[in-house]
């Protein structure tokens, strides 16, 4: 089997905000897999915040954030784009791009207090969107009589798998399995049917999961 990618992104376009001495920080962060995608959702920030001070921005792209370019617009070098682009490679949370509006309160927050508030937008936005996974897993197909249903779906929810149950002559639930736990689960549930369960391997598969706090 080839070698599973692994990585992780947010659901969709979010926004948070954070005040730090009456500057306001507006953190938005948008999907994206593309640079093309990430210039356009900037472009169209720049465009809703046209007012603003600074729409300092950061982008990482690729499976390994292979693709990566920050910009401090007009900021001091080095205590914007760099630092959200620092947040960024340090969660690991790829296809992304970050911009953060900064309209300013009057009150000069000096080199140090840019970076913390430019890090610290970036990494409170992150931690609040929805994100999900993006990976692959190996179906496992299991037809059991309706009698089995109850303990095998509290099985695979105590072991939080994903599945889907479909009902006909009998159940068959489709559980999204890690290669490496696959022998064990499919073990595990002919013990506990008694050699009943029908499980059957289906082809590895690309999946996005949702990932919940």
Not at 59 to 75: H, I, T, V
Not at 187 to 200: R, T, W
Request: one cysteine or more; glycine letters at 6%.
């Amino acid at each position: 089997m080839s070698e599973p990618i692994e990585f992780i992104t947010i659901m969709e376009e979010f926004r948070n905000e954070y005040v730090v001495e009456k500057s306001r920080f507006i953190t938005t962060l948008y999907p994206c897999s593309t640079g093309e995608e990430a210039q356009a959702f900037i472009n169209r920030i720049n465009k809703e915040f046209w007012d603003a001070r600074h729409n300092c921005t950061a982008f990482a792209l690729g499976p390994k954030q292979e693709k990566q370019r920050s910009s401090d617009n007009g900021e001091p070098a080095g205590t914007a784009g760099k630092p959200m682009l620092e947040v960024l490679k340090k969660t690991g949370i790829t296809n992304v791009a970050v911009v953060v509006t900064r309209y300013f309160g009057g009150i000069k927050l000096g080199a140090g207090g840019l970076i913390r508030a430019y890090s610290h937008s970036v990494a409170e936005a992150l931690r609040l969107a929805p994100k999900e996974l993006h990976t692959t897993r190996i179906p496992l197909q299991v037809t059991i009589d309706y009698a089995l249903y109850g303990a095998v779906e509290r099985y695979v929810q105590d072991n939080d798998l994903h599945y889907e149950s479909s009902f006909g002559e009998k159940v068959t639930l489709t559980i999204l399995c890690q290669l490496d736990s696959l022998e064990r689960i499919q073990k595990e549930l002919q013990d506990m049917s008694h050699g009943a369960a029908n499980c059957v391997e289906l082809n590895q598969t690309e999946v996005v999961l949702p990932l919940y706090k």
